[in-house]
């Protein structure tokens, strides 16, 4: 029997803009309901990032995420995973804050550094609501995203081993796959594995469905049956990498920080919408939907009752 597909949500993250989409959670309020929807569309995983209230920039600010943390738990079942990523040029202390603080049952760890390339949406707007926003996207022409080893071997000894928090381990390209079964060789990390494989992010693998499917092979070949694995997908091909995911017995993540369109040249009207599509389409293939409750078995969670907030 196929296993339930566990379906993360991210609901802002640290990339898109806020000119980008007037639907773009911002406030601890917003952010505090778009995870609720999704929780209540399907979600069991919420992936967790915060903002600068009053301008929508990427802010690591703890008490930001206290804002909303508490209120989703008090809300929902769902496992809440706080982001280790931040905002693109963050320094590794900005971006593990919140997590050190919060110490949730997940938090994302990027397994590799990697050239990250957003520059080009800034050509698809002419104007725009804050100053900072051209100035964050063209920054990245120039620019790595850094995950040496001894910043990853920093935060899983700080958050898995300190805190007993499991991680999103995102792996752009095949490379970070081999990162992380280096991370499990030394003993830092035990399984079960998440392994979210990212594609169409410029810099890392592309959204080519070979590209999947040997990076799935790899990961079959160094984790075994240690480890549950999902996919994302950046922009357009959001839905039908998810769903591929689905059909070959995976995970899969959607979110308005991936993608902030539902379908050719429509923005999506919530995070919530992007869930309840892709549910619909799971369903369809004749599969069933986790529920937070098996997302943690699954993957060996602490409990909601063992967080910081």
């Known amino acids: 029997m196929a296993k339930p597909v566990i379906i993360t949500c991210a609901v802002t993250g640290g990339i ?4 980008m989409s007037p639907h773009l959670p911002i406030t601890p309020d917003e952010i505090a309901t778009a995870s609720i929807e999704a929780a209540e569309a399907g979600a069991s995983i919420i ?3 915060a903002r600068n209230p009053e301008n929508g920039r990427p802010d690591p600010n703890p008490d930001l995420f206290m804002d909303f943390l508490p209120r989703i738990k008090q809300s929902t079942d769902a496992v809440m995973n706080v982001s280790t990523g931040g905002g693109l040029g963050m320094s590794r202390e900005e971006r593990l804050r919140a997590a050190a603080t919060a110490s949730p049952e997940m938090a994302s760890l990027n ?10 949406m800034k050509d698809k707007y002419s104007q725009w609501q804050y100053d900072w926003e051209p ?3 063209e920054m990245t022409r120039d620019f790595i995203f850094r995950n040496t080893f001894a ?3 920093y935060v899983v000894k700080e958050l898995g081993q300190g805190h007993g928090t499991k991680f999103e381990f995102e792996c752009y390209d095949l490379g970070h796959l081999y990162n992380l079964a280096w991370l499990m060789d030394q003993g830092w990390v035990e399984p079960p594995f998440f392994v979210q494989m990212v ?3 410029l810099g890392g693998v592309g959204a080519d469905l070979d590209n999947l499917m040997h990076m799935h092979t790899i990961a079959q070949k160094l984790f ?5 694995w999902s996919v994302l997908a950046a922009g357009r091909h959001q839905l039908n990498f998810g769903t591929q995911a689905a059909m070959l017995g995976g995970n899969l993540r959607v979110g308005l920080e991936d993608s902030l369109y539902i379908g050719p040249g429509k923005l999506a009207q919530s995070n919530a919408d992007q869930v309840q599509k892709i549910r619909t389409i799971v369903e369809s293939l004749g599969l069933e939907v986790a529920t937070p409750a098996q997302a943690r078995e699954r993957l060996g969670l602490k409990g909601g009752d063992q967080v910081g907030f």
Do not use: A
């Open 16 to 19: 898109h803009t806020p000119t």
């Open 47 to 49: 992936h967790l990032h």
């Open 111 to 120: 397994v590799g550094s990697m050239n990250f390339g957003i520059f080009p």
């Open 135 to 137: 100035e964050f996207l």
């Open 151 to 153: 910043d990853m071997e």
């Open 199 to 201: 594609f169409g992010v």
């Open 224 to 228: 075994g049956d240690d480890y549950e």
